[in-house]
Structure formats: structure tokens, C-alpha cells
């Protein structure tokens, strides 16, 4: 259950954020961080729980409009779990006192069965009125969504004006107050009736249902169609006014690029207006953030036409991220035991033989390329490479934990139509990781893992996650013993660090049980990065093993671990969370000096060149008129602007601006410099 509060606080504040707050915080690990403050994202801030993904489940297959049993892929979609909350605030550090509290409810699909059959309903009245509308259009399957609901059709393409007619006729038909009716019918009738109305799709789910009888739901006595329900009683149950229809899509049938592009209509449901409201305000706010527009306006990464798609080109801003994220990472590392590595981007194809991704991965891997009459591959993985790395000499038990770590880049072949941003891209850096070790060290190396974790998601802001850790399969390999001592060891690991955790029953990987968490950005929305798994299956592949104390072979256990997942992917959950608002010690441009006129530009060298050499990243900007320079340096989202005009020359100081605080004054240079560098160094705004 999530809880909209309204703060009140200073009347004199000029900016605005936002909060999501869980009516029950304890059910997320709330990470306390070891400095005074972390930077929180500017203007606008959420905090809630949300999803990034609506993924595919046994439950929504089996409700599926149309197919009660057919698959559907991943779609991303805005979480709604929670509602945006306004406040005005003056500093990142202001408390909560006097704050005057609106609760407004925001139900899931989970957590509200009437919500479910609202929108589940919504899809049905939603495919009617197409075809009362467009004749020729034939429905396939619409099931409801994490904010709603879609359904697919084939027919021509349509516009945003198609939608406004399909939505006025949904409203008729929620107005006529037409009940739903479900019917039992035998597999040879409902072939009839599909076939009576011509409709080639139904007939290809219809073989795809195993289980008799077929149920069928009508609306009123003029539609029906395939579904396994639940539905509200009739249409006049659904608020028309909290219903909206949001775009259009193609999408192959069954996911399938091979067959028939279908016209995909997404619609949004909710029990009242102001859920409804509540949601597009959250909604624009997801747009304002969306990494894609704003690595273009930040200039911080690009992908371009010419190279293919889903490569990333880093711009120098976005480059100087990627640096500070990679420093920050290998230091962590280092001091957490950690030997660095650096492996080749290609390897034989035997390799990828002998690792299974011949055999499991191969639709995610480019060709091969042939080098003197040998096939070569890219790696669309790290972990073998640093399993020959382990193997290049004997190892003996007292040489364990033997903890190896890369910045590996790796290359997965994706559809052009399934590339996003940087968040789904054909290169990307992983942030991969490997400890071999003894079955009775599982349990500390799992927590050591954990402990890495937090530092460094701590680092970037994240303070809020989900962990889900997941068991055995029903296929699997490896014995029974050493899967019930790994996965007592990852759960005694989360227990032993105080974190709750849901289990997932049977989620786990085929080669051993896994730990996952989800890191909640400032939107409430939960992004998959940090991931722990062991593994039974690639030390007995590749026959990785080690000397006992009585000088026998025996065979290590493998734990792989990512913390970020990749640097592209979370370089874009990044900007999102701080809608490119970044810290001070994060941001690419710490301060920029800004000349009243250019008679101050000699004096603005000097004190740039102080900057730079103190750590500081800093330039000058100069050519307009100074309210235009203050206004281009706010939607740059420089932290900090010094105003250097004749006075400032004069007495060797600057005037500070802070994006963050308003005005700071007229200081020194020294004085501006150790302030910098103290707030760097807490990681806190100036």
C-alpha cells in the first residue's frame, strides 16, 4: 500500500520536490549512509516501490484476453505503485517538521482485485469498440498490464485521432451499462464460432489451450471473446473519466519478427479521477527524466545511425561519469580483496562450446567471424575468460577465496525493435566479478559480497531495494547436499546482514540459487542490477579444480556477482534518478566561471587554473550577456557558478551561486576551493 503526503514547509521555498513514501518502510532494507548527507535529485523527488519491468508470469499467462495460456514478452512499463507527493523545500537537508499530510492510496494489481477487473474489462470494451469502428480488424490477445492494459489487432495503422474515436465509443459502451457474462462451451463450439466470425487468431490460441472447457466472456449480447476472466459484473462498473488511452505500437504477433505486424493500443485504468491524475503527473515526471532526451540535452552520450544501433558513443561529460564510476568501483574492490582483470573481447568458438552458450545463448550471440580457417567469437559473457585465468596454474585450498573482478564489455545480438536507449544496447561494460572457494566459505564470501554491495550502491544514492533470493528449479543441475548448503548459505548471509527478503521458490538459475536486488530510484521504480549466483555447472564444464589437504582433486564453488549490472544501463538508471541533476563530486562540470565582461576573463584564468589544480572540475563561459550565461548554466545543471565582475577582480574573489542553495556570496578563492572540496569529499551540495 502506497501513501501520497503533501508537505508543507518553508513559505519562502523557491524549489519543489516530491516524495513517495511507503505506508510500511520496513518491508525494503532502508541503507543508513556513513556521511552527513547524500545528495537527493533536485526539484522533483520520489520515493517509492515500483517496477522497471511487467515480466511475463504464470499468472498473467493463464489470464491472458484472448489465450488464457499464451505467452507474452516483457514490456516496460511506469511503475504507479506509488503517487507523486509536492512539497517545497529550500535544501537537501530540511526535515519533515510541520508537515501537513494528504493520503491518497495508489492500489496495484496485486493489491486490489477490483483494479484488476477494471482493467482486465477495459481491454475487453477496448477491442469492442474497435471493431464496431473498424469492421475489418481482427483481435488477437490484450491482457492487463502493470498500469493497465493493451491489446493487439491487426489492421491498418492507427493515429492519435483513431484513438480519441475508439476512446468515445469505449465511454458509450461503459455508459450502456452492459453486463459480462461468462460462458462454458465445448472445444468443437467455440471452433464454430471462431470460424463463424472469421477470426484466424482465436483459432491459433484456441489449439494453443490445453484445458476443457473453453471459457468464453460476452458483453451484453453483441461481443465476446476467448478469456479465462476475472471481469467487473458490467461495463457500468468502470469510471469512464479514469480511463485513457495512450498510445499505439507495432508489435509482431507472438513476438515473432517473421509474422504479421500488429497495431498494439496501451490504455491506462483506475478506480477514480484523482488515481488517474495522479498517475500522468507521475507519468510527465518519468518523461522529464527519460535519460534519452536528456544524455542528448546534457550532451553526455549519443548513439549514432551511422555505427548501428544500440552501440553507445560516451561523450567527454558522459565520459567523465563513466571514469568516476570506474575509479570508484576498482578502488572498492581492491579494498574489499578483489584482483583486477582485463580479458579479450573475442575467443574461439570451442570456448563458447565447452560454456553451454553454443547450445543455450546462441540466438543472443553475433556470427562468428573465421580467422585462419579457425571460427572465432564476441563475448557475450566474461565468465569463462575468468575461468581460464583461475585454471593457468594449480590451485591449492589454502589459496582460497580467490575473488577476480573486470570491467568486461561483452556483445549481445538484439532486435532493433528491442533496443532502448542504454538501457537494452548491443555493447555494453559489465561490472563482472568471480570468487572460487570452498562450500563451507559460501556463507562469508555471500556476505562479503552483500557488504560491497551497500558500499557502493551507498556511493550513488541508493538507499532503498528489494531482494528477492531464489531456490532450485525443478531442473537443475548438481546434488541435492551442496544445492541445500548453497542456498542455506545465501539465506543465513541475508540474515546475518539484518535484510528482509522474499523467496522465490523454484526461481533460481539452472546451475545453482541466486540472490537478486532491485535498486529503487527516486521515481519509486525498481531497476535489476545487483545480482549474486552460484554455480554448479561451469566449474564441472570446464573441470576447474583445486588440491585438498589430503592432495586430492576436488572441485571449487563458483559465485558470480554483478553490483551496478553494466555501466550503460545503470549510467541510465542514473540520470533518471537524478534527472541529470547530478552531485556535486558526480557532476562532469563542478563550476562554472562566468565574466561580467570580458575585461575579467585574465582574472577567470587564474582562478580556473586554481580549480583545476586542486581536483576541480571547472571551465569558463563567456560570449552573452550574464543573465543569459546563469540561465544556460542552470539547464546545463552546472552545481556551481562564480560570477566574476570588477569587484571580484579586484579583491580576488568570486560570487557563488548553488543550484542547490541559491545564492552562497562573495568569497575568497581559497576559501571557495576548501568548501568545494570538504563538500566532495562528504558528498553532500555546496
Known amino acids: 500500500m502506497f501513501v501520497l503526503h503533501k508537505m508543507a514547509t518553508s513559505p519562502s521555498s523557491s524549489l ?18 556513513p556521511l552527513l548527507s547524500l545528495h537527493s535529485p533536485p526539484l522533483k523527488r520520489f520515493i517509492s516501490t515500483a517496477s522497471e519491468l511487467q515480466h511475463d508470469t504464470p499468472a498473467r499467462r493463464r489470464t491472458l484476453l484472448g489465450s488464457p495460456y499464451t505467452k507474452t514478452s516483457p514490456l516496460l512499463s511506469l511503475s504507479t505503485a506509488a503517487i507523486a507527493t509536492e512539497s517545497a523545500t529550500v535544501s537537501r537537508d530540511d526535515t519533515a517538521e510541520n508537515e501537513e499530510t494528504e493520503k491518497l492510496v495508489l492500489p496495484t494489481n496485486d493489491s486490489s482485485e477490483k483494479l484488476l477487473r477494471i482493467r482486465h474489462t477495459c481491454a475487453h470494451v477496448m477491442a469492442m469498440a474497435v471493431q464496431k469502428l473498424y469492421p475489418e480488424a481482427k483481435v488477437t490477445i490484450g491482457p492487463w498490464i502493470e498500469n493497465g492494459f493493451y491489446y493487439d489487432f491487426d489492421m491498418d495503422p492507427l493515429t492519435d485521432k483513431d484513438l480519441k474515436r ?6 458509450r459502451i461503459i455508459g450502456r451499462n452492459l453486463p459480462l457474462a461468462r460462458e462454458d462451451v465445448s472445444r468443437d463450439e467455440a471452433q464454430r464460432r471462431i470460424m463463424a466470425v472469421n477470426e484466424p487468431y482465436k483459432m491459433e490460441i484456441l489449439e494453443s489451450i490445453k484445458e476443457d472447457p473453453i471459457t468464453i466472456y460476452h458483453i451484453g449480447d453483441e461481443w465476446w471473446d476467448l478469456c479465462a476472466g476475472p471481469h467487473v459484473e458490467s461495463t457500468g462498473n468502470i469510471n469512464r473519466k479514469a480511463v485513457e488511452l495512450e498510445s499505439v505500437a507495432g508489435a509482431y504477433w507472438r513476438g515473432d519478427e517473421k509474422k504479421p505486424m500488429l497495431q498494439r493500443i496501451y490504455g491506462t485504468a483506475w478506480e477514480n479521477e484523482d488515481q488517474l491524475k495522479a498517475y500522468l503527473h507521475f507519468k510527465e515526471e518519468a518523461k522529464r527524466r527519460d535519460h534519452r532526451r536528456l544524455g542528448q540535452d546534457l550532451d553526455l552520450f549519443s548513439i549514432q545511425d551511422e555505427a548501428g544501433g544500440g552501440l553507445v558513443f560516451w561523450h567527454p561529460k558522459g565520459a567523465v561519469i563513466r571514469h568516476i564510476i570506474e575509479d570508484s568501483w576498482k578502488k572498492t574492490h581492491i579494498e574489499h580483496g578483489y584482483d583486477l582483470l582485463y580479458t579479450p573481447h573475442v575467443a574461439k568458438a570451442d570456448l563458447w562450446k565447452i560454456s553451454g552458450h553454443l547450445d543455450f545463448y546462441r540466438e543472443n550471440m553475433f556470427d562468428q567471424m573465421k580467422i585462419e580457417d579457425e571460427q572465432y567469437q564476441l563475448r557475450p559473457m566474461n565468465c569463462p575468460y575468468h575461468i581460464l585465468v583461475y585454471k593457468r ?34 555493447g555494453f561494460t559489465q561490472d563482472d566479478a568471480h570468487i572460487f572457494c570452498l562450500e563451507d566459505q559460501i556463507k562469508d564470501e555471500i556476505r562479503g559480497v552483500l557488504d560491497l554491495t551497500e558500499e557502493i550502491l551507498l556511493q550513488f544514492g541508493f538507499r532503498r531495494y528489494e531482494v528477492n533470493l531464489s531456490t532450485r528449479p525443478e531442473k537443475s543441475v548438481g546434488h541435492d547436499d551442496i544445492w541445500e548448503k548453497a542456498t542455506s548459505a545465501l539465506r543465513d548471509a541475508l540474515d546475518d546482514k539484518g535484510w528482509s527478503f522474499q523467496i522465490d521458490e523454484g526461481g533460481g538459475a539452472f546451475y545453482g540459487p541466486k540472490i537478486d536486488l532491485k535498486i529503487e530510484d527516486a521515481l519509486g521504480r525498481k531497476w535489476q542490477c545487483s545480482t549474486i549466483q552460484v554455480d554448479f555447472n561451469l566449474p564441472q564444464r570446464f573441470d576447474v579444480t583445486y588440491v585438498d589437504s589430503n592432495t586430492e582433486k576436488k572441485r571449487p564453488i563458483m559465485i558470480h556477482r554483478a553490483v551496478l549490472g553494466s555501466l550503460e544501463r545503470f549510467f541510465g538508471v542514473l540520470i533518471e534518478h537524478y534527472a541529470g541533476d547530478f552531485p556535486l563530486w558526480l557532476s562532469p562540470v563542478q563550476v562554472r566561471i562566468l565574466p561580467v565582461t570580458d575585461t575579467q576573463l585574465e582574472y577567470c584564468k587564474e582562478v580556473i587554473n586554481k580549480l583545476k589544480g586542486n581536483g576541480i572540475r571547472a571551465e569558463v563561459c563567456q560570449g552573452e550577456r550574464l543573465p543569459k550565461l546563469i540561465r544556460n548554466a542552470e539547464k546545463q545543471k552546472i ?5 566574476v565582475g570588477p569587484k571580484e577582480a579586484e ?5 557563488i551561486r548553488s543550484r542547490f542553495s541559491g545564492e552562497v556570496g562573495t568569497i575568497e578563492i581559497d576559501d571557495f576551493i576548501s568548501r568545494i572540496k570538504s563538500a566532495i569529499e562528504r558528498r553532500t551540495s555546496l
Not at 579583491?651 to 560570487?655: G, I, K, S
Open 16 to 33: 519543489c520536490s516530491f516524495s513517495l513514501f511507503l505506508s510500511k518502510p520496513s518491508s525494503l532494507p532502508l541503507l543508513k549512509p
Open 166 to 171: 475508439i476512446k468515445k465509443e469505449m465511454d
Open 393 to 426: 596454474k594449480l590451485n591449492s585450498y589454502r589459496d582460497f577465496p580467490i575473488r577476480v573482478a573486470e570491467l568486461g564489455t561483452v556483445y549481445r545480438y538484439e532486435l532493433s525493435g528491442s533496443l532502448h536507449g542504454l538501457f537494452r544496447v548491443r
Open 639 to 643: 552545481p556551481l557558478m562564480a560570477v
Open 651 to 655: 579583491t580576488q574573489t568570486v560570487t
